[in-house]
């Protein structure tokens, strides 16, 4: 899972995004608003990692403090039977609580049987007899947690949260509002199959999507219930008057994949404020996060393969919500019928009403 794009990814958003002549001629005929955004104050630590390590039952948890940018492009992988590797950024600084600055050149035990050393990139995780683990990033304040089980023990049902006891009321903090946009409609058909127009297809997701996200008590909008044309901007129109927690472009990949875009940080030329900053740095980096944990649910509750990737495209590039575009598999190669379809929506559901703003 690169951060890089994806060359493959690339051509399979040309078929569907970025020929669509909504696209074109796009990038003269948007103001750049700007907004306070700017997170100025996540410099102060951009060059320091804190790490928290806490031993829950059945689980370590590292917490992983930086600014946004590095967390955003933090990333873990298994590197070794025992092993995590955790990259970010070159030359930063890690700090454990309570245990101080680590040295480049030491292991240093932070728990018992959990060892931490700092490496060029990142730093490794060692914990013996590593079973399982699982990575989520969080904002506010970012955050990439780690929950790794060693031995036979349980992971949490949902990574970077605790298990609640049975009893208690669920209380942490969820996504409220929604707005699913049905990519392509009218004369722009996207893209086609002998059995399909990504168009129709796109608003019957849409539909679905929106009415499994209305039960669980989410407030859903739609930019377009009906096969007619709508231009980027008025799509952008829709999400300012809204301002949901989540904007959702749905769209069709070419292959059996599922593919969760969001919006790079370098903004489209043009896009910066006087600074250089992109005034949509943190929505862009909350929708990453969202769609790494996204991802990680659907591919927990179906057998998909699932790309996490970002694009400049221009909805969700110049959109002030956090807003992600989902490619889902081309039904010429994936099964919808049975009970396809109807698991693929209810793995999304799932993942959706899981994100914590
Ligand atoms: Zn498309």
Known sequence: ??????????????????????????????????????????????????IKVGRHQGFVRFVFLSSEGNIYSGSAKQ???DTIAVEFPPALTYHVAEKGQLRGDSVTEVAKDVKIAVKRSG??????????FKVSKLTFPPRLVIDAAAGQQAMPAVPGKPQAPPHQPETAPKLVTFMIDAGHGGYDKGIRGESFTEKDFALSLS????????????????????????????????????????????????DGKLRIYGSPRRPPDG???RQGADPYAKPHAVAQSFAE?????????????VEVDSLPL????????PSLVIEMPNPEKFNYEGKGREKLLAALVKGLTALQP
């Open 79 to 81: 590197a070794g039977k």
């Open 271 to 273: 896009q910066e404020d």
């Open 314 to 321: 221009a909805l969700i590039a110049r959109v002030k919500s």
């Open 123 to 132: 730093c490794w995780i060692t914990i013996e007899n590593l079973s399982d």
């Open 1 to 50: 899972m690169s951060r890089a794009v994806h060359p493959v990814s690339i051509a399979v958003l040309a078929c569907c995004l970025l020929s669509a002549p909504l696209f074109q001629g796009l990038c003269a005929e948007l103001p750049v608003p700007m907004d306070p955004l700017q997170p100025k104050s996540a410099e102060a630590d951009a060059r320091n990692v804190i």
């Open 207 to 254: 539909k679905d999507l929106g009415s499994g996200l209305m039960r669980k008590g989410r407030k859903v909008f739609v930019t377009r219930k009906a096969d007619q044309v709508l231009t980027i901007s008025e799509r952008l129109r829709l999400a300012g008057q809204r301002s949901p927690d989540l904007l959702l472009s749905l769209h069709v990949s070419s």
């Open 293 to 305: 944990n996204l991802a990680q649910t659907i591919r927990g509750e179906t057998d998909l393969d």
